[in-house]
T-cell receptor
Framework: NAGVTQTPKFQVLKTGQSMTLQCAQDMNHEYMSWYRQDPGMGLRLIHYSVGAGITDQGEVPNGYNVSRSTTEDFPLRLLSAAPSQTSVYFC?????????????FGPGTRLTVT | AQSVAQPEDQVNVAEGNPLTVKCTYSVSGNPYLFWYVQYPNRGLQFLLKYITGDNLVKGSYGFEAEFNKSQTSFHLKKPSALVSDSALYFCAVRSPDNFNKFYFGSGTKLNVKP
């Protein structure tokens, strides 16, 4: 199993550009989520999904869109990048058969918006 | 509102000495608590969790954590620190009100000196 994979590893965008961060998992996990990590602020939940076709907002959803058409993939779209979106982005997944399950994290995407 | 606090930005300890990384939480109901570790330029790795039962839980790499309901704490401990334990540690809680949301602390950088 590859676990949770994310592409790209690094990305530089100009203000106003759009892009999609890719996330995939091969563990057949129902639950997937996106976080951003900023210094001194820990991880903050952007969006999450409990299964194909079902998504919901986390703490900081503004400026980001998600969709879940398959169990495996959960892309994160930045519609119009802003410098405030400079961050490290992590995707995670877990089984959703019970709330006791921990999450498995991808390696992250470091995004810089100039 | 659910929240997790890690009161120390950094903890310094000498190799061979015991270490403690502190975490307190604020949730309604019974929490599910987790510890993760992050090495430089890597994703988060799961260390251990408290769901129910014995207040002392053991995890990976010799780490353990003690759940204290009256003090709403879940401190991470290790009897004898290794230089290789140096990393960023995150405490997280899964909300009993909404099991689909995890809340993370701001992280504590552990430095273990030879």
């Amino acid at each position: 199993n590859a676990g949770v994979t994310q592409t790209p590893k690094f990305q530089v965008l100009k203000t106003g550009q759009s892009m999609t961060l890719q996330c995939a998992q091969d563990m057949n996990h129902e639950y997937m989520s996106w976080y951003r990590q900023d210094p001194g602020m820990g991880l903050r939940l952007i969006h999450y999904s409990v299964g194909a076709g079902i998504t919901d907002q986390g703490e900081v959803p503004n400026g980001y869109n998600v969709s879940r058409s398959t169990t495996e993939d959960f892309p994160l779209r930045l519609l119009s990048a802003a410098p405030s979106q400079t961050s490290v982005y992590f995707c995670a997944s877990s089984p959703n058969r019970g709330s006791s399950y921990e999450q498995y994290f991808g390696p992250g995407t470091r995004l810089t918006v100039t | 509102a659910q929240s997790v606090a890690q009161p120390e930005d950094q903890v310094n300890v000498a190799e061979g000495n015991p270490l403690t990384v502190k975490c307190t939480y604020s949730v309604s109901g019974n929490p599910y608590l987790f510890w993760y570790v992050q090495y430089p330029n890597r994703g988060l790795q799961f260390l251990l969790k408290y769901i129910t039962g014995d207040n002392l839980v053991k995890g990976s790499y010799g780490f353990e954590a003690e759940f204290n309901k009256s003090q709403t704490s879940f401190h991470l401990k290790k009897p004898s620190a290794l230089v290789s334990d140096s990393a960023l540690y995150f405490c997280a809680v899964r909300s009993p009100d909404n099991f689909n949301k995890f809340y993370f602390g701001s992280g504590t950088k552990l430095n273990v000196k030879p």
